[in-house]
């Protein structure tokens, strides 16, 4: 099944594994006209890197991406934008070993079952480089939506215990502390958190969340292509999350509906709400206010501990892991959140557009008729 | 957009407004040879029936469901099953007062934003009445899962803060009590808390569950069809449901990996887990175990105590709604979490076939080549 | 498989079998705003219908069409219109003998090999009547295009070796003659010819034609997406469609260059083209010429003089089919090819409106940036 | 919109220019367990090398496939399989003289209405080099059908008046001869013709013909997604294709009922039929016997003589195109419409394999319910 795919107009396929030669993904649909070059993705790609703290894996991944097509003269031409990003570090040595045991909390056992075998190199393609592709690909829907008046902002709202105050919520902070933290005081908390686990031999969980700003009302469609149902599949759809919200989340379940409801009022001359507890969706549609996305996210599955679980054979074993992973996925998880709600808040954008006949016909440039002819000729051979 | 279409082989497209002629679906993609007629359905229609208790509306439904096409002689032929509700009970009248405003936590403003206008009668498409259509869908889809050895089960998890008590869980009980709880003492507290609710003017929200039983390991694609990832798109898409969330969902932010790892052993020769944290799902892909599926529901946005809003002049008005409204949405959502649920598997399920060469090979008896010669002649025209 | 789905953007799901209670189609995907009633349907259907005259069967259709869904106060509302034609005059009896045989020419032999059995009567899904549901989305299709100054126009070209002369054209001509030609020379010479075929108790192919007019240059997509490509497969999905052309169509292969090439200059402003050759295609995108497309069809494979062929239990036997059958299939084809030609040039339009960012800038408005803010706060809850 | 996509199941994206870095394909949903390595797809690429003779372009292509993704120990893995080929020979300067006016027969035009701009070097996207990834994915369905006992060969039916005598057809000869011919008379005679329509400075059209061997009965669905309907679609995607016909084609348009009915008959204990107008297909759905597709493609539409046009100014000139082009498309089109033919079958077969439910429950050991249990536990958090 083609489950690498993803969007109905800007859509994207990724490819590529943990320690195969390269990763990479295929734009197909992206507008003609959008200035593109190199850098504009690679900075994407840098956020999902291991830093230099103690919190992520001293791995080096040095992923230098490369546009090998769609691009004329630093423009998009609306045809297909293949980017590639080689593999430059991969030793496959150092994951021989669990090519015959199934680790706890991996997809080691479920691609056997599915496939029949997998390419257990790093995890293959059930590995974190996977979304690599999708990082790619997003650097590129971002810089669309900024041309469309549209910001996405994703950053780490809470790790373990730890969770950021949103009174002091910084985007350009987020971009620059090792746990993605919005403000620098949670995230010292969480850095000392991590590292008391990182000694501990044990990893930890934590939650991000993403912000949509500028988003027209009206995007989104009824019944199953809802905005926030395809909101939670992008979301889910990042390996280790378990959870996903919209506005406030699990949290409405115990709510009434009087504490619940956000009164509608004017502001400025538009149709604004009081409180946003909706997360920017209503009936699936975007209501023009910031639309709120959360994701929590499983502790690492790879443990420096001693683990039990079974082999091929049917064994049951005790399992080492070895190699290097970070106690958290959180932080360098962020940027594929934001990519993922960028890719979807896009599509959503340019389906939309076919959604009233009378703009259709301004499009076309038909809504005052009476125009002269366009085409032609009754006679095909003469 | 052809946003109410849903599923890849088995593919659904509903229809159908609160107050029109009628609703329903049509199943495209339904393989041939299931026993199938209109009781099969119409069992899973009457459970998001309004009941006789009073925390459900007293409008009545009578949704008898009518077989249109792609049945003969009582089995399923392959092509397109239509399947069609009359509207009985409409009275427009009801409604026409809410034509000029949007009411708090409605789709009504987003349906002007989006469409230019709407069918205000009851809330057009985004009522809940739309769920008619997924739940004539999911009947068969059940049907069909039962004869692959598959269960799908939903049910009412907690009521405000009210919770079933897991330990006395009953399949049969969730089916007959009026809240869908799965156990007697907390649908009698549940039931006092929604009369005391309803007295107040007030609405409350909740939580519904629902697991999948006997689903082989190996269901799911890796990356953007992850089996997870399609769950929290078909679940999202119910109206009102904020958070979904697979096996332990957000609880897993604030755990260590430690204790959050499900450690694989041996059972009765197959490989099996200690426990289910991953609710039953690795990578994306089914690991053998219950699928656990989780969903938050907002309090029913209509109460009957005045609420500030706008019009579509742009005037801040006092509205007080009428008519006939659940004080929560829960117990009637029930079916429909268990249907997306269903017609989710399934479709997994069908696509998955084609995972393995062996297994293609197989299917066409090509596994042990050499056999008598298929097909025939180099000419066309002789 | 969803076979019965056409369509990205304005998609269609068609259902219903010749004798089955009813026939249908569902609209997903059509834009808010179009003025619509029954009876901008039933024209179209109409089209389909039996006429008086000796060349088509004498079986009684009389196919109303009833909209269920998706218009509201005479406009369409952007959510799915659901179209329903009740069958009125089936007799299952007429069928019953050929549910144990073969007929040559007929889909009883492959249905039965696909699916394991089939509805036998009146050819179930695979009888022509399942174009009812075409027609009527199609008749929806023209409308909208007509808003946007596109006309689609098919007619009869041939029939036997009587063909139409294209000089005399009329469309109106078309839509009144018993066959469909838009020349009443041709009209009567072929029905002529029908009636003698007829009487040999045989039946006889010819060949349709549509041209799309007032096509803005620029519609269709690179590589698979082409709109000469979109319009083959749609033509050919059409029973008893055996060949499609575009433009000259097979006469190009024993062409040179140089006569076939369309050279461009300058009318009026616009470029032009001073042959159309290619049939108002190049690259697979429209040129702003008339859009030119021709199927072939097969004569009707129903005739009745005795045919060898095999039973359900192998057994070789001869066959005498009885009932009501059309000579030729072309006249009431016609309209299914103006229709899904329709249908495919309506959606190549709508995707198209995604093209080029600088058009979907000013479709939201922010072509010229730095207005006022849209959407809100950071805080979800407060 | 994305175009460059095609297939459900087995689902290739290609990318790259004429004149790009690189051109390439990601095959999505591949079955796991083909035996890949790159020689399987370099020997199809070969194939659209221009050969040595004069009729074809003396543009030096070294395509040296690389295959970057979805291959581990010589097998697929069942994720996206990327294969990409460098250009290694492109020289921009050739072509700059194109980037401001339109060539007849071009899509320069159509490009430059559709996205505003394009990539003028070579043709861009629009370049018959376009096909590589095409031929790429094309030779692994190949592989895979074979392996299922399929067989597809293409190969010239005609060009210009010369028709090869299909009596004395050898598939090795298409193989090696420079028209593609599969008979060395037609091909001697042809390449005799190429030369005169070289000198006297124009180009020629021609016919293209392909079969399927050992399919099944049963492939492909009803209405829209018929076998046909899908063949034709991927057919005309070819550039320069203008026609497609199924078994007789357009011949059938002329013929009576009596004579076009192939009639069935037994052999060998199977359904047969006495003859294949046909071309193997039945209402949408093979039926055993050979399928026959057959492409009508445009001369060349560079020719080196003087031709009238427009330039981007609206300035009506006249051009002399100048570098290298073949006389003729159809040789080194032969093995794209072999490819789209297999790319198009494969996936009809992995897609038919949900036809029937007792296969279905075959296939996940449910035929015969009973055995033990599969799943598990009811609680989530224990």
Not at 113 to 134: A, C, L, M, N
Not at 174 to 190: C, F, G, I, Q, Y
Not at 194 to 203: C, G, R, W
Not at 244 to 262: F, L, M, Q
Request: net charge neutral.
């Amino acid at each position: 099944m083609a489950g690498s795919g993803y969007g109905t107009i800007f859509r994207i396929t990724t490819w590529g594994e943990s320690h195969g030669k390269a990763l990479g993904v295929v734009i197909d649909g992206c507008p003609a006209g959008l200035s593109l070059e190199e850098d504009d993705i690679q900075r994407y790609l840098d956020r999902r890197k291991p830093g230099a703290s103690n919190i992520t894996t001293r791995r080096k991944e040095d992923d230098a991406v490369e546009i090998l097509s769609g691009v004329f003269r630093g423009r998009t031409t609306g045809t297909p934008i293949s980017l590639m990003v080689r593999n430059t570090s991969q030793i496959s040595g150092d994951y021989s070993e669990i090519a015959s045991y199934y680790r706890p909390g991996h997809a080691d056992y479920t691609y056997d079952e599915k496939y029949g075998f997998r390419d257990y190199r790093g995890g293959g393609r059930s590995s974190g480089r996977e979304t690599v592709g999708r990082v790619a690909a997003g650097a590129v829907a971002c810089k669309l939506l900024e041309q469309l008046g549209v910001q996405v902002w994703a950053y780490t709202r809470s790790i373990g215990p730890v969770e950021a105050d949103m009174h002091r919520f910084d985007r350009e902070v987020s971009l620059s502390t090792p746990t993605a933290m919005p403000e620098r005081e949670a995230d010292a908390a969480a850095v000392a958190y991590l590292e008391k686990a990182k000694k501990e031999t044990d990893s930890v969980g934590g939650c991000m969340e993403c912000m949509v700003k500028g988003l027209p009302a009206g995007i989104g469609d009824p019944v199953f292509e809802k905005l926030d149902a395809n909101l939670a599949k992008a979301v889910m759809s990042i390996g280790a999350v378990k959870a996903v919200e919209i506005g406030d989340g699990y949290r409405v379940a115990s709510r009434k509906g009087s504490e619940n409801n956000d009164a509608f009022h004017m502001e400025g001359g538009s149709v604004a709400k009081s409180t946003n507890h909706a997360g920017g969706i209503l009936g699936g549609i975007s209501d023009g206010d910031t639309v709120m996305v959360r994701a929590y996210v499983k502790p690492t599955p790879s443990i420096f501990r001693g683990q039990r679980t079974v082999n091929q054979s049917g064994e049951e074993i005790e399992i080492h892991i070895k190699g290097r992973h970070d106690p958290i996925i959180v932080p360098r998880a962020v940027v594929v959140l934001e990519c993922m709600t960028a890719l979807t808040v896009l599509d959503a954008m340019l389906v939309n557009m076919s959604a009233r006949l009378e703009r259709i016909a301004d499009f076309y440039g038909t809504s005052h008729m009476g125009k002269g002819s366009r085409g032609g000729r009754n006679f095909t051979q003469e």
